[in-house]
C-alpha cells in the first residue's frame, strides 16, 4: 500500500472516524465539557503520532487507545482536584467492551461474506462441503456416496476452499482487488 499522504490522509480518516470518538469519550467521561477536551487532546496526539500509524490498520482501533490514554490521565488530573470519576477497571471494561463490539461486527461481516460466497458453489459441490464440514463426513465416506475417489474429493475441497477463501477476501476488501 502507498505511504500515507499525512495531512490529507489523517483528515480524511479522523473525519471518517471523528464521530466514533466522540461517542466513545463521552461514555467514559461525566461532563461533556472534559469530554471536548480529551477529544481535543486526543486528536493533536494522534496527529503527533500519525507517522507512527501504520496503513491498512484499524484507524478507529488505533485512535480510540490514544483517547484511552487521555481519558485516563485527564482522569488522574481530575482525581486530584475530587471529581467524581468511574474507576480505572471500570474504565478499563468499558474500553474491552468496545472493542470486542468492533470484533463482533466484523466476524458478523464475515459471516455474511461467506454466506454469500457458498451460494456461489454449484448445489452438487455445496452438498460435498456440507457433507464434509456441517455433517462431518469422513473423506472415504463421502467418495463413496457420490462415486468419486478419495484424492479426487480432496482435490475437489481443496479447490473449493481456495474459491470461497478468495471470494471472502474480495468482498471484505474489494479495493484490494
Not at 29 to 55: C, N, T, Y
Not at 77 to 102: I, M, P, Y
Amino acid at each position: 500500500m502507498a505511504e500515507l499522504e499525512n495531512t490529507e490522509d489523517y483528515i480524511r480518516l479522523l473525519s471518517q472516524h471523528e464521530s466514533g470518538f466522540r461517542s466513545y469519550v463521552l461514555g467514559m467521561v461525566p461532563h461533556q465539557a472534559d469530554a471536548q477536551d480529551i477529544l481535543q487532546e486526543g486528536k493533536i496526539i494522534m496527529w503527533r503520532e500519525f507517522s507512527k500509524f501504520e496503513p491498512g490498520t484499524n484507524f478507529a482501533a488505533w485512535g480510540r487507545r490514544i483517547m484511552f490514554y487521555q481519558v485516563l490521565s485527564h482522569r488522574r488530573k481530575a482525581k486530584r482536584q475530587n471529581t467524581t470519576w468511574l474507576s480505572e477497571e471500570s474504565l478499563e471494561l468499558l474500553h474491552e467492551e468496545v472493542e470486542s463490539g468492533d470484533k463482533e461486527k466484523k466476524w458478523i461481516r464475515r459471516e455474511k461474506a461467506l454466506n454469500s460466497c457458498l451460494e456461489e458453489i454449484p448445489d452438487n459441490n455445496r452438498e460435498i462441503m456440507i457433507m464434509r464440514y456441517r455433517d462431518e463426513a469422513s473423506i472415504e465416506r463421502i467418495a463413496h456416496q457420490t462415486d468419486r475417489t478419495e484424492a479426487a474429493i480432496y482435490r475437489l475441497l481443496s479447490r473449493l476452499r481456495k474459491r470461497i477463501t478468495l471470494c471472502v477476501d474480495a468482498t471484505l476488501n474489494p479495493q484490494a482487488g
